[in-house]
């Protein structure tokens, strides 16, 4: 079976300082692994994909096989951040999806 | 405009009323998938499906029905709906073999 966990349900940091999401996999096959953001009152859309290894907004996220974890971070929050995020593992050929639980992330000023 | 679209938006019903909240893309895409957004329970997966005629059970199917008669969309059906099926719902899509789902807007079910 495939599980995703994020462990905070809220993280709270001030503007500026650095922020980490967690999320931690269970999966059998080679993990496709993902992050999706979603702004208040708006619909969610990818942030990040594992394979890209590519910086949006600032965020990157590394792919660790070892202690299967795919953790979000950024070196310097800022306000316009705040928004709840999810870690998604999704397969490119089956349809099933697992979203974790979520984290929302407020930026303070 | 590349999109998914859902109606409803929002929606207030009574205990055991049937109701269907239509789920519709023009992106051509294969996979279409219904989530409810819970608070503290994240996004779960309800039905997904990966081609007309072709779906499958997610997470929490109890309670829920779809069809996919079409490629461009995809209803999902409560027969007979219970208040513990008030939630958020999202529908969304993606091409086979892609990565990036892309979501509708959500529908804000409360039933009563």
């Known amino acids: 079976a495939q599980r995703v966990t994020q462990p905070e349900k809220l993280l709270s940091v001030f503007k500026g300082a650095p922020v980490e999401l967690k999320c931690n996999y269970s999966?059998?096959?080679?993990?496709?692994l993902f992050w999706y953001v979603q702004y208040s009152r708006q619909r969610l859309q990818l942030l990040l994909r594992?394979?890209s290894r590519e910086s949006i907004k600032g965020f990157t996220a590394d792919l660790n096989k070892g202690e299967t974890s795919f953790h979000l971070k950024k070196p310097f929050a800022q306000e316009e951040d705040s928004a709840m995020y999810y870690c998604a593992l999704i397969p490119t050929n089956a349809g099933k999806s697992t979203f974790g639980d979520g984290t929302t992330l407020t930026v303070k000023p | 405009e590349a999109q998914v679209t859902q109606n409803p938006r929002y929606l207030i019903t009574v205990t055991g009323k049937k109701l269907t909240v239509t789920c519709s893309q023009n992106m051509n895409h294969e996979y279409m998938s219904w989530y409810r957004q819970d608070p503290g329970l994240g996004l779960r997966q309800i039905y997904y499906?990966?081609?007309?005629?072709?779906?499958d059970k997610g997470d929490v199917p109890e309670g829920y029905k779809v069809s996919r008669k079409e490629k461009r969309n995809f209803p999902l059906i409560l027969e007979s709906p219970s208040p513990n099926q008030t939630s958020l719902y999202f529908c969304?899509?993606?091409?086979?073999?892609?990565?990036?789902?892309?979501f509708g807007p959500g529908t804000r079910l409360t039933v009563t």
């Open positions: 594992h394979i």
């Open positions: 999966y059998s096959g080679s993990p496709e």
């Open positions: 499906s990966m081609n007309v005629e072709v779906t």
């Open positions: 969304a899509s993606r091409r086979r073999g892609s990565d990036e789902q892309y």
